[in-house]
């Protein structure tokens, strides 16, 4: 069956632009994760979804981040007015539900220039 | 806050030598979970430990979880050029869900 799919796989943008990634997660899933990574870096949390609810959206860097889930699948993480220090690669990953396995997209490379 | 430090950084190894990464932390955790990343990819999940003092083995890879359940570590027996890749660790704490803490992730190159 598919996986998680992101898209796009790239994204080159100019300081100050907003930008728009997207995650299609595994259908059935109600769980869903935004994690970033910096070169040579380990995932870092960004937000949790439970269906279209993000109970813990503890991880976002500031306010010009935000994320939204619509019909319990599709999510979409909005970078506003974005910056040089947020260029990573954005990883989207999702669980059948709270406590399985997470499995996650390709990821999308953002550079900010 | 709770954090995972993962060592070595770099590993640079000849085809059939044994390694091992660790994976600290002065936090317990309710798992501990280990993923093999390659270039262009999403991490892929090797293994989940949840008792302390836990073993698994997956083929030459052998996971082991600490008594307290505060620190991993990964051993390779006889490592092959296809092992090459990023290895992460991830404790997940029991905060109602499934939140992983990542380590910094040990790069291991392994040479014919």
């Known amino acids: 069956g598919a996986g998680v799919s992101q898209s796009p796989s790239n994204k080159v943008t100019e300081k100050g632009k907003d930008v728009e990634l997207r995650c299609d997660p595994i259908?059935?899933?109600?769980?869903l994760y935004w994690y970033r990574q910096s070169l040579g870096q380990g995932l870092e949390f960004l937000i949790y979804?439970?269906?279209?609810?993000?109970?813990?959206k503890s991880g976002l860097p500031s306010d010009r981040f935000s994320a939204e889930r619509t019909g319990g699948s599709v999510s979409t993480l909005t970078i506003q007015r974005t910056q040089q220090e947020d260029s990573a690669v954005y990883l989207c990953?999702?669980?059948?539900?709270?406590?399985?396995?997470?499995?996650f997209g390709p990821g999308t490379r953002l550079t900010v220039l | 806050t709770q954090l995972l430090e993962q060592s070595p950084q770099f590993l640079s190894i000849q085809e059939g030598e044994n390694l091992t990464v660790y994976c600290n932390s002065s936090?317990?955790?309710?798992?501990l979970q280990w993923y093999r990343q390659e270039p262009g990819e999403g991490p892929v999940l090797l293994v989940t430990?949840?008792?302390?003092?836990e073993v698994k083995k997956l083929k030459r890879l052998t996971f082991q979880f600490g008594d307290a359940r505060k620190d991993s570590s990964l051993h390779i027996t006889a490592a092959q050029p296809g092992d090459t890749g990023l290895y992460l660790c991830?404790?997940?704490?029991?905060?109602?869900?499934?939140?992983?803490?990542f380590g910094a992730g040990t790069r291991l190159a392994v040479h014919p």
């Open positions: 990953a999702s669980s059948l539900d709270t406590y399985n396995e997470q499995f």
């Open positions: 259908s059935g899933h109600t769980a």
């Open positions: 979804f439970q269906g279209n609810s993000a109970p813990d």
């Open positions: 936090s317990v955790f309710s798992s």
């Open positions: 430990v949840v008792t302390g003092g």
């Open positions: 991830a404790g997940g704490s029991a905060g109602g869900y499934n939140k992983l803490i």
